[in-house]
């Protein structure tokens, strides 16, 4: 026992990156879900590391599945089960303790920018510092087309259910200023163990993404999912509910515009890849980069 107590106080606190993207699915080149989809950097990581191949989350919705991630509640001990819900207006929710929470009682600073929580959730008590702020602005805000020109899909009614080509450049885009901004967290010698969250939000909708990316993946060449016509003949009738058959992919069925949604989403995937490269860049050449943990995760990805 003694022995045991010698050797954990002489283990040192690693720093911890801990990297969310929203809505990213198998369409990874290292998961194999897409011939087409472009992920050097998330290849090149997976390769580095431990690459799990059989993650599940606890409820295919943001707001629960990041609640349940960050707290280690289930949604069946919470009552969390939808996106309105902040986990801490529930009875077991509300005096959870998160994993940011229990590191600071250990010594570390609890840091982050971007989508780490749901919405305007972003839990205040969990952090020491968040860019923007962690008081509902924790996402820096990415430019939008002109209202009189959307939805560019041209499907009526989409709401947020659409995507295209814009033409601001990387630099303008929310997920460029989180990366920017966690980039420089990894470059400064902090004296403190950290944990630094770097939420990305992309390939989560509207796809809108600078044009380049969407030029990566031709019109003509995509090549469309296999689905199959009975895929929802196993799941129970409050499944098939929620999976809504007639409609956000009805509507691309009637609109013929299948091949351009899996576009937009390839494309919204390729500029996250390019966004983690910088921090993945910054990991490398900063001081304490081979003694940070990295963890990666996403919180329900998407189908198609």
Same mark, same amino acid.
Request: glycine fraction near 8%; include cysteine; proline fraction near 9%.
């Given at each position: 026992?003694?022995?045991?107590?010698?050797?954990?106080?002489?283990?040192?606190?690693?720093?911890?990156?801990?990297?969310?993207?929203?809505?990213?699915?198998?369409?990874?080149?290292?998961?194999?879900?897409?011939?087409?989809?472009?992920?050097?950097?998330?290849?090149?990581?997976?390769?580095?590391?431990?690459?799990?191949?059989?993650?599940?989350?606890?409820?295919?919705?943001?707001?629960?599945?990041?609640?349940?991630?960050?707290?280690?509640?289930?949604?069946?001990?919470?009552?969390?089960?939808?996106?309105?819900?902040?986990?801490?207006?529930?009875?077991?929710?509300?005096?959870?303790?998160?994993?940011?929470?229990?590191?600071?009682?250990?010594?570390?600073?609890?840091?982050?920018?971007?989508?780490? +929580?749901?919405?305007? #959730? !972003?839990?205040?008590?969990?952090?020491?510092?968040?860019?923007?702020?962690?008081?509902? %602005? /924790? *996402? =820096?805000?990415?430019?939008?087309?002109?209202?009189?020109?959307?939805?560019?899909?041209?499907?009526?009614?989409?709401?947020?259910?659409?995507?295209?080509?814009?033409?601001?450049?990387?630099?303008?885009?929310?997920?460029?200023?989180?990366?920017?901004?966690?980039?420089?967290?990894?470059?400064?010698?902090?004296?403190?163990?950290?944990?630094?969250?770097?939420?990305?939000?992309?390939?989560?909708?509207?796809?809108?993404?600078?044009?380049? +990316?969407?030029?990566? #993946? !031709?019109?003509?060449?995509?090549?469309?999912?296999?689905?199959?016509?009975?895929?929802? %003949? /196993? *799941? =129970?009738?409050?499944?098939?509910?929620?999976?809504?058959?007639?409609?956000?992919?009805?509507?691309?069925?009637?609109?013929?515009?299948?091949?351009?949604?899996?576009?937009?989403?390839?494309?919204?995937?390729?500029?996250?890849?390019?966004?983690?490269?910088?921090?993945?860049?910054?990991?490398?050449?900063?001081?304490?980069?081979?003694?940070?943990?990295?963890?990666?995760?996403?919180?329900?990805?998407?189908?198609?």
């Amino acid at each position: 026992m003694i022995f045991a107590r010698r050797a954990a106080a002489a283990l040192p606190k690693r720093n911890v990156l801990f990297i969310a993207i929203d809505d990213l699915n198998d369409w990874v080149g290292s998961l194999g879900g897409h011939p087409q989809t472009q992920t050097p950097n998330l290849d090149k990581f997976a390769a580095s590391g431990v690459n799990f191949t059989s993650a599940h989350c606890a409820a295919p919705l943001c707001n629960p599945s990041r609640a349940a991630l960050m707290t280690g509640l289930r949604p069946s001990t919470t009552g969390v089960y939808q996106n309105p819900q902040p986990f801490r207006m529930s009875e077991k929710g509300k005096n959870a303790i998160t994993i940011t929470q229990h590191l600071r009682t250990v010594g570390y600073k609890a840091i982050g920018s971007g989508k780490i +929580y749901h919405g305007g #959730f !972003p839990d205040p008590a969990s952090w020491d510092d968040y860019y923007p702020d962690n008081k509902g %602005n /924790d *996402v =820096p805000r990415s430019p939008m087309p002109r209202q009189d020109k959307l939805p560019l899909n041209g499907i009526p009614r989409t709401a947020h259910f659409d995507w295209g080509a814009i033409d601001n450049p990387d630099e303008e885009m929310g997920d460029f200023q989180v990366a920017r901004w966690v980039s420089a967290q990894l470059a400064r010698n902090h004296s403190d163990p950290m944990f630094i969250a770097c939420g990305m939000t992309r390939p989560h909708l509207p796809w809108y993404v600078p044009k380049k +990316y969407f030029d990566m #993946f !031709p019109l003509e060449s995509i090549q469309l999912p296999a689905v199959r016509n009975d895929d929802l %003949n /196993d *799941v =129970p009738a409050i499944g098939v509910r929620f999976a809504k058959p007639d409609g956000d992919h009805a509507k691309v069925i009637e609109y013929g515009q299948w091949k351009k949604a899996v576009q937009g989403y390839l494309a919204s995937i390729a500029f996250c890849d390019a966004m983690l490269g910088h921090v993945f860049r910054a990991l490398e050449t900063s001081p304490k980069g081979k003694e940070t943990v990295v963890v990666l995760w996403s919180d329900h990805g998407w189908h198609l």
